[in-house]
């Protein structure tokens, strides 16, 4: 129920259409998310088959594919959400905002066990973007709408274009 109540926070904070807290139940990322979270439960104490499952129903009913491994911080907001897709070495920081279309995956050139993306805390990743590869996005990042990442981003900068150029550097 805490995490529940947290995302309902959450979500209304981030999304200022949602008008009631019932509203926030029918809100992908809310439903992808609570899949994840039993998914991901049951794939630590390897049930894989049944993380699977949850997985693909997620996947179905909310466009949104997250791998039962991955590993997700506090405070993860998808927006939006259709076309999202959050590989299986994936973490993902604290207060890290996603915009539809994402995908954190692999480039399929890695040859170790971690092959997809680490993100920071406090990252906004816009609509379309790729970040792929045994990558670190750092802390503080914004990457830009249909970026593709593929190299290590430093903390507090704005990333765009393809292949993603840093273009701003944060003051902080």
Known sequence: MKYIKEQIKLIKEKDPSIKSNLEVLLYPSFKALLYHKISHYLYVKKRYFLARYFCERAKRKTGIEIHPAAVIGKGLF????????????????????IYHDVTLGATGKETTKKRHPTIGNHVIIGSGAKILGNITIGNHVKIGANAIILEDVPDGV?????????VKKSSN
């Not at 927006?79 to 994936?90: A, L, N, R, S, Y």
């Not at 704005?158 to 840093?166: E, L, N, Q, S």
């Open 78 to 97: 998808i927006d939006h959400g259709i076309g999202v897709i959050i590989g299986e070495t994936v973490t993902i920081g604290n207060d890290v905002l």
């Open 158 to 166: 704005t990333v765009v274009g393809i292949p993603g150029k840093i």
